[in-house]
């Protein structure tokens, strides 16, 4: 059974950063993608990052330059490091992944974390 585990979130004044961490477990297969996104309070779920098994990214334009996605295949975990955070950038953060070799930013993954709330104060 594949799941999915986040954390690293929390409270943080606009300009800082934070680091999550997606630690994943029960995969069957090699070729997958684990994407990260988020959800504001009212609105829809929105695709942020995601990596493959090979390491090659895809990032949407709204977090290009501040967001990094990053795996530790040795850690099973995959990371999101976001800087210069703002308040706007306040939502509940999921990882999920599916098997398969595209990069999506849709939340059609079959998999999901619990999801870890950030909150950024102006």
């Known amino acids: 059974e594949v799941q999915l585990v986040e954390s690293g979130g929390g409270l943080v004044q606009a300009g800082g950063s934070l680091r999550l961490s997606c630690t994943r477990s029960?995969?069957?297969?090699?070729?997958?993608?684990i994407g990260w996104f988020r959800q504001a309070p009212g609105k829809g779920r929105v695709g942020l990052a995601c990596i493959d098994n090979d390491d090659y990214t895809t990032y949407a334009d709204s977090v290009k330059g501040r967001f990094t996605i990053s795996s530790d295949n040795a850690k099973n975990t995959v990371y999101l490091q976001m800087n210069s955070l703002k308040p706007e950038d306040t939502a509940v953060y999921y990882c999920?992944?599916?098997?398969?070799?595209?990069?999506?930013?849709?939340?059609?993954?079959?998999?999901w974390g619990q999801g870890t709330q950030v909150t950024v104060s102006s």
């Open positions: 029960g995969f069957t297969m090699d070729n997958y993608v």
């Open positions: 999920a992944a599916y098997y398969g070799q595209g990069h999506v930013l849709l939340p059609t993954y079959d998999y």
